[in-house]
């Protein structure tokens, strides 16, 4: 039993992150976590381990594909699965342990084990009761599966599942083409596996720009991964090899399925505050099994406040990590305050897809004056000469003003490129201001110049 300014529950990148910063804002912070490593989802069972499997996949596939016209010859190198799933758990230790070394150095307590809220400023970790000023839900998210499907996580998984699958898969259906069965399909579809990707919508990434989406699909087919899009799966079955995958066409109705020896559900997430008790001191929810909060991440209760996965708004790692350390702000009696105008969105895939603000869509939508500055890497020297010269840069700018007003990106490096766009976006930039910044030669940064050029009087190499 130990009395603290805030205890936060989950050390996601949302908690930890938070409980950083209130310490270095000189609060006596504690977290409360129940898995033996820290990280929550992200690091242990989500976006590192996947961008390590990502980076030996690609690297595989360059082998494949652009060694020999590199001049590189040799035969392709041989997939060691156990050790290639080792080095992902190298990563994701050493990420675990790091996070673990930064709470000590802030002098962070971890409470190991599963938090209940039993009163207001009281947190129930087993037998012991601690009590705090500030009480934080950063207890994430995780995955919401379709009504007729049973996930095992050994045949039928989440991301979750497919990163320890226990030998490569020949054959495997990915329901969603979201953000984890792009990136997962891409992993398994550059091992060998014959990945296909059933969709509910008529499009894949709901949600991203319609131009970015369609170049994006044309590239993951010419990788080989196969789309049935318009698709609404009704259920998955456990076969004596594998699973089928029931799906009826949207178009005309007709059913049909699919059998594989791994089907991979990625349906979307839903928050996570199971066993915390909300329900008992009443707390107010959101739609979708969210957490109300107020501006300040303040739930109906007082001193309960609530960040990440399990409030409304995007789930990324990244918007979870801007919304802890704007509440340790406001809990060390500061203004925190985060842009949700400016949250960029990056699909690892390769090529990548990026983007920040507002789409084509939404201004139409909206009957927003805007002008689009497009360029394609096609025009830009660096991404030829190392064949990711497909893909784009546009960005919009509101036709009067020539204010940034949203980019997407698709092309080499761009979880990276988008960056420049959203500072330039934060200090409220024109288009202008970006083709007036001098860009080194040659970089892939460049495409974002012109784009930013085309939005005015020209790009100069398209
Ligand atoms: P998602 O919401 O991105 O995509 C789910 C897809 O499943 C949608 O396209 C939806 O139309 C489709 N779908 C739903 N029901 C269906 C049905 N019955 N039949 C066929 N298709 C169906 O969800 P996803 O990919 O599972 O990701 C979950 C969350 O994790 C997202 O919020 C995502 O942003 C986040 N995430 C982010 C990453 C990143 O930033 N790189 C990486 C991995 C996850």
């Excluded at 820290?38 to 596939?61: D, E, F, Q, Y």
């Excluded at 349906?267 to 959101?286: I, N, S």
């Excluded at 420049?420 to 976006?425: G, K, L, W």
Aim: with cysteine.
């Amino acid at each position: 039993m130990a009395e603290f300014d805030t205890i936060i529950i989950g050390a996601g990148p949302g908690g930890y992150v938070c409980a950083i910063r209130a310490a270095q804002l000189g609060l006596k912070v504690a977290v409360v976590e129940g898995r033996e490593t820290l990280g929550g989802t992200c690091l242990n069972v989500g976006c590192i381990p996947s961008k390590a499997m990502l980076h030996a996949t690609h690297m595989l596939h360059e082998t494949h594909e652009n060694f020999e016209k590199m001049g590189l010859m040799g035969a392709a190198p041989k997939v060691d699965w156990a050790k290639m799933q080792a080095y992902k758990d190298d990563v994701v230790t050493g990420n675990t342990k790091g996070i673990e070394f930064l709470l000590k150095k802030n002098k962070v307590t971890w409470i190991k084990g599963w938090a209940s809220i039993p009163a207001t400023g009281k947190v129930k970790v087993g037998d012991d009761v601690h009590t705090a000023k500030h009480i934080v839900i950063a207890t994430g998210s995780e995955a919401s599966s379709l009504p007729g499907v049973t996930v095992d996580e050994e045949t039928i998984v989440t991301s979750t599942g497919a990163l320890t699958l226990g030998r490569i898969p020949k054959t495997m259906v990915v329901i969603g083409a979201g953000v984890i069965g792009l990136e997962l399909g891409s992993v398994y579809a550059r091992l060998g596996t014959e990945v296909t990707v059933v969709e509910y919508l008529d499009a894949i990434t709901p949600g991203m720009d319609a131009e970015v989406a369609k170049t994006f699909q044309r590239i993951l087919t010419k990788q080989g991964l196969k789309f049935i899009l318009g698709a609404a799966v009704q259920s998955v079955a456990k076969t004596k090899k594998g699973a089928s995958v029931s799906y009826k066409l949207k178009k005309d109705n007709s059913e049909a399925s699919l059998d594989a020896d791994i089907v991979l559900v990625a349906t979307g997430r839903k928050p996570y505050t199971t066993g915390l008790g909300l329900d008992g001191l009443g707390v107010e929810m959101g739609p979708r099994g969210t957490v109300k909060t107020d501006d300040h991440f303040q739930t109906s209760v007082k001193g309960l406040y609530a960040i990440g996965d399990a409030i409304a708004g995007p789930m990324l790692a990244h918007k979870a990590e801007d919304e802890g350390m704007a509440l340790a702000e406001i809990m060390a009696g500061k203004h925190g305050h985060v842009n949700y105008g400016v949250i960029p969105g990056v699909i690892y895939t390769t090529p990548e897809v990026a983007n920040v603000g507002l789409t084509e869509e939404q201004l139409k939508a909206e009957g927003r004056a805007y002008k689009a500055g497009k360029f394609p890497f096609m025009g830009n020297a660096r991404a030829k000469a190392v064949f990711q010269a497909e893909g784009f840069v546009k960005i919009l700018v509101d036709a009067t003003t020539d204010r940034i007003l949203g980019a997407h990106i698709i092309g080499p490096q761009a979880g990276d490129l988008i960056h420049e766009i959203c500072v330039a976006m934060e200090f409220g930039a024109s288009a202008q201001d970006l083709a007036l910044t001098c860009h080194a030669h040659p970089t892939w940064s460049e495409a974002v110049r012109e784009a930013a050029l085309a939005c005015g009087d020209g790009a100069i190499h398209a």
